[in-house]
């Protein structure tokens, strides 16, 4: 079985100061591992995923993530928040093997960016 | 591109309507999937196509019936409903390419069922 824990609910950070959403997951082999991102009453939208090499991956909007395979963590950051970046964020994770393998999120983190 | 579409945006319907939920993607995608999402809640997996067969049924219940039509059409058909099926649906797309491709979401169709 695999899954994701997202260990805060809620994130506040100010406008300029670096942020980070924290992700640790557990898989039965090696890790696929994404990051999404939700608007209100929106869809999810593909912020970055590790696949394989470099463990520092970089996405949209000056995000990006750091692989720690040691620590089983998939953690978000981005240097400076923005306002807008405030948004539900979603971990996820995906066994790397063979035939079909489900995608499995994280509860989600609640970034909130004040002004 | 990287746009999947779905309509409608909304949907109200009573336990007795029959509706469907239609979702379209032009990237030439072979997967494609729908999701039920409660509020503050993660997306929950429903049904998976690949290459147009329905390859994963996660035990939905028969009051939701899947099709598609082709390989950019994805349907949703409810019949029958109850008010706990109220959420927002979310369509996705993928190419498959054994685990690392990236799903794409539509914006989803907000149900309400009464």
């Known amino acids: 079985a695999q899954s994701v824990a997202q260990p805060e609910d809620q994130v506040n950070v100010a406008e300029g100061n670096p942020l980070t959403v924290k992700c640790t997951y557990s898989?039965?082999?090696?890790?696929?591992l994404f990051w999404y991102v939700q608007y209100p009453n929106r869809g999810l939208q593909f912020l970055l995923k590790y696949i394989t090499g470099d463990n520092l991956v970089k996405g949209s909007y000056g995000f990006e993530a750091e692989f720690n395979k040691s620590q089983t963590s998939f953690h978000l950051k981005k240097p400076s928040a923005l306002v807008s970046d405030s948004a539900l964020y979603f971990c996820a994770v995906r066994l790397a093997a063979g035939g079909y393998q489900k995608v499995t999120f994280g509860t989600g983190t609640k970034l909130q960016v004040i002004p | 591109d990287t746009e999947v579409t779905q309509t409608p945006k909304h949907l109200v319907m009573g336990m007795t309507n029959k509706k469907s939920l239609k979702c379209e993607q032009h990237?030439?995608?072979?997967?494609m999937y729908w999701y039920k999402q409660k509020a503050k809640k993660p997306p929950e997996l429903m049904f998976v196509y690949s290459y147009e067969k329905l390859s994963i049924n996660e035990s939905v219940p028969s009051r939701f019936s899947p099709e598609c039509p082709n390989s950019s059409l994805l349907n949703l058909h409810l019949h029958a409903l109850q008010p706990e099926d109220s959420a927002l649906y979310l369509c996705?797309?993928?190419?498959?390419?054994?685990?690392?491709?990236?799903?794409?979401f539509g914006p989803g169709t907000r149900l309400l069922v009464l």
């Open positions: 990237m030439g995608h072979r997967a």
């Open positions: 898989v039965s082999g090696n890790p696929y």
């Open positions: 996705a797309s993928s190419q498959p390419r054994g685990g690392g491709e990236t799903q794409y």
